[in-house]
């Protein structure tokens, strides 16, 4: 828990502020809108930092998307300039071409998307979208990443997908801090505190992980989970998508023939 979230809030304005100065000095933000809670605050924070002007929100259905009205309030509240681009058409084109080839589904075993590749591909073209938007603005751009530290812990992101952007404003903050962000931003409640979901599988995000964001938060801080089978599935989930937070690993010519011990 945040003990002055209006102090923090101030901090990362601050610091996008200086992003900005060193990295891009005069260009735009740009950011995918999903219409929650994480997207909802980063974008509020950043029009904050450098004027609603320069940052540009994208909304991007997948087809038809039950909430990307969410998104639509969210823009209009912040007053900040956005388009929706919808992404149907460019995953129906993937999944034509990776379905489409017998060697593929014979190499696969499968004669379709498996579930994960179908849950994993919208957030790599939305990702590959804002970077074609960055870069076709007058300027140029910096993405936005969105991610918090409750979800990273638990992989709860899609590598090179929304695990990617080129600054990242909440990634050490947990869940609920996020909530105290956005409540002194004065964004609308319903936004802030809503139950994210991928809108593919029918469930909500702490339905899928098996367990809430105040549990795993509570973890996260305190190191206590009073169910010891959620105590292990986190941290099972925080192994196995360390991959997903560490940089690429790269060879490094004679790392072998090192004699300080290094490796």
């Known amino acids: 828990m945040l003990t002055d979230p209006g102090k923090t809030k101030d901090e990362i304005v601050a610091w996008i502020r200086k992003y900005f100065e060193e990295n ?11 219409g929650g809670k994480d997207s909802s605050v980063a974008a509020a924070l950043c029009a904050e930092a450098l004027g609603k002007e320069r ?21 209009e509240f912040l007053g900040i300039p956005y388009v929706e681009l919808n992404i ?9 071409m990776l379905v489409g080839s017998s060697g593929l589904m014979e190499l696969c075993g499968t004669d379709g998307l498996t579930n994960d590749t179908r849950v994993n591909l919208p957030p790599r073209l939305r990702m590959t979208t804002l970077y074609a938007v960055g870069q076709m603005l007058p300027g140029g751009a910096r993405v936005v990443n969105t991610c918090n530290a409750s979800e990273d ?32 931003l004065g964004l609308p409640k319903e936004l802030v505190h809503k ?24 973890y996260i801080l305190t190191g206590r989970c009073a169910d010891e089978s959620i ?14 937070l560490r940089l690429m690993p790269a060879y490094e010519p004679g790392q072998e023939d090192r004699t300080d011990g290094k490796k």
């Open 24 to 34: 891009g000095s005069g260009c735009k933000a740009v950011i995918g809108i999903s």
């Open 55 to 75: 940052v540009v929100g994208v909304l991007m259905p997948n087809g038809v998307q039950s909430d990307i009205s969410d998104s639509r309030t969210l823009v």
């Open 88 to 96: 149907g058409g460019a995953f129906k084109a993937m999944e034509e």
């Open 153 to 184: 812990y638990v992989g709860y992101s899609t590598k090179y997908g929304d695990a990617a952007g080129d600054f990242s404003p909440l990634s050490h903050l947990l869940v609920h801090e996020v909530h105290q962000i956005g409540d002194v």
């Open 195 to 218: 139950t994210p979901s991928d809108g593919l599988s029918g469930l909500d995000d702490e339905q899928k992980l098996g367990f809430t964001y105040a549990c795993l938060d509570e």
């Open 231 to 244: 105590r292990e599935k986190i941290d099972r989930l925080h192994r196995i998508n360390l991959h997903k």
